[in-house]
């Protein structure tokens, strides 16, 4: 294998086109060790020209690095000015507002002014967040400031490697298709980034502006109910000031927080993987919960719009599923809510325990493919939506988006009002089993360094659909495989629109006929089961 010249001279346009003299240098290095026949190189620099980035789940993310399938300056630049193309030519509506926010990652705040400098040279008013601060403060500042866009810098729960370009709309939800194929097609338009024009004509948020969201925080608890220690850890991200500040505006004061997590750190030094959902992740704060003598754990991920809870199970901790979560604030928002005709919302993934909840509130409730760019538009009246993967909206009418600081207050207000009547997170979590049959659920998620194996694995699935279940694809629609059969059992196989992963959802549904823990028993080996079959199926 050696070095094409379509590939060296593609790499030579790069770098001649890059405004940033560090990723020319850094690009130049790679194509000179791979011109000088170091394989290595070669495969690092034939992964690096790969291709654009393009907007998948969430936005952009892709490693921090030089070359067309990175995050860089010359990627945002181009992206921000295809954005701000296409905005001028789609009447997207909106104020001519855009904020322009980031988190505390490798890059975030020179990714950060290059989309404010290249927006603001295009004719908008725009608004940088003042330093690395939550991604719902940017959905809330979008939607209460009748934005045009919002450009949130982050990847999230991603590996430290990693950055990411998040995009909002007017309204303050995510880009969604048609928008993101049609953003991309004007990115393809834009020339070469150093010569995209450039103003540092943007002006600064605010105080006032970021104090509104930490008040509407304060609004959200609907119970009396103050008494509560909590243990908390941002996992090194931005979340942790911020969400003691806004549990503090609410009623919450006892609040501990991981000191080895507090501060932002982009190389997130204690966790393999920054993700609640990931095993071991939440360890640290589980011990601190333990020692403290918590009511209540709560995890953020590093842009604090996930939120993870951890109760106390018997003598030991442990963390919620995210379904559970989802469910118990789902079920405390629908008992509360001041609205006409509710509708909750929740992904094709999830446990479909907040459909049978929906219906004893006399709520609406319908199912979205997965990303809160179709949560959050499911429908007039939302006031609840969550997604499995730790993703709850409590409060829609001012972030449309995931929020983990909001979820992460509301939970407080439903674990403090249960301590007071001297119950758990757990006990609610028994009587929603109790009154609508037990559904537990488990995931399967296998992670690629071939991506192709991906698409192959989905492939032999759909030319070989398993035995005794019936089979549904979800194609054109979504590349997703549902399975079921008899007996609440539910199986959901998808490639990971975040990551480099294969994704099996399961859900068995057991009714509670004698008794709680005979039917988790029975449900559990039934789970077990169906996790041993589907294991070997997607393997």
């Avoid at 991603?158 to 048609?178: E, V």
């Avoid at 004007?186 to 509104?212: F, G």
């Avoid at 996992?235 to 501060?263: C, I, N, P």
């Avoid at 393999?272 to 020692?291: C, H, M, R, T, Y």
Wanted: charged share 20%; proline share 6%.
């Amino acid at each position: 294998m050696s070095l094409t010249p379509a590939l060296r001279d593609a790499t030579f346009r790069w770098i001649a086109d890059d405004p940033s003299a560090v990723t020319r240098e850094e690009l130049q290095g790679v194509l000179a060790r791979a011109m000088g026949g170091d394989p290595a190189a070669l495969e690092d620099l034939q992964d690096r020209m790969a291709g654009p980035l393009t907007f998948g789940t969430a936005g952009l993310r892709g490693p921090v690095r030089a070359g067309t399938n990175g995050m860089n300056v010359a990627t945002v630049v181009r992206a921000t000015a295809g954005l701000a193309a296409w905005l001028g030519g789609s009447g997207a509506g909106g104020s001519g507002v855009v904020f322009v926010g980031r988190d505390a990652r490798h890059g975030s705040e020179e990714f950060a002014v290059a989309a404010a400098e290249v927006m603001a040279a295009a004719g908008f008013d725009v608004r940088m967040l003042p330093g690395p601060l939550p991604t719902p403060v940017l959905a809330f500042l979008v939607r209460a400031h009748d934005a045009v866009a919002g450009i949130q810098i982050t990847a999230s729960h991603n590996p430290p490697a990693d950055n990411g370009y998040k995009l909002y709309l007017a309204g303050g939800s995510q880009i969604m298709p048609p928008s993101d194929r049609e953003i991309e097609k004007a990115i393809e338009s834009v020339p070469a980034a150093v010569s995209v024009p450039r103003s540092s004509s943007y002006t600064t948020v605010s105080d006032a502006d970021v104090d509104a969201y930490l008040e509407r925080m304060a609004q959200l608890p609907t119970g009396q109910a103050r008494e509560l220690r909590i243990a908390l850890t941002p996992m090194h991200g931005v979340g942790g000031a911020f969400a003691v500040e806004a549990l503090r505006r609410a009623g919450f004061t006892d609040v501990h927080v991981v000191r080895s997590q507090a501060v932002p750190d982009p190389d997130f030094p204690t966790v393999v993987f920054p993700n609640p959902e990931e095993p071991g992740a939440s360890d640290a704060l589980l011990e601190l919960a333990a020692s403290v003598d918590a009511d209540l754990a709560i995890a953020l991920d590093p842009d604090a719009d996930r939120c993870a809870l951890g109760v106390k199970d018997g003598e030991s901790w442990r963390m919620l599923r995210g379904d559970e979560t989802g469910v118990l604030l789902g079920s405390l928002v629908l008992s509360t809510t001041e609205s006409a005709d509710p509708l909750v919302a929740t992904t094709i993934v999830s446990s479909s325990l907040l459909k049978s909840i929906a219906a004893a509130h006399g709520a609406r409730y319908t199912e979205t493919l997965t990303g809160f760019k179709w949560l959050a538009r499911a429908g007039e009246g939302l006031v609840f939506a969550y997604e499995e993967a730790l993703g709850n909206c409590v409060d829609p009418a001012h972030v449309a988006d995931k929020d983990g600081i909001s979820a992460a207050v509301v939970a407080a207000d439903l674990a403090a009002g249960l301590k007071a009547s001297g119950r758990t997170l757990l006990d609610a979590l028994d009587q929603l089993a109790v009154d609508h049959g037990l559904h537990l659920t488990d995931q399967i998620s296998l992670r690629y360094t071939d991506l192709s194996l991906i698409g192959a694995t989905m492939g032999r699935l759909r030319a070989n659909p398993p035995a005794g279940f019936t089979s549904e694809d979800l194609l054109p629609d979504a590349d997703v495989l549902r399975w079921t059969a008899d007996g609440g059992v539910r199986v959901i196989v998808r490639p990971s629109g975040t990551e480099p992963k294969l994704k099996a959802y399961l859900e068995v549904v057991e009714p509670v006929a004698d008794g709680l823990e005979s039917a988790r028993a029975a449900g559990r080996a039934r789970l077990a089961e169906l996790r041993e079959r589907v294991t070997a199926l997607v393997s």
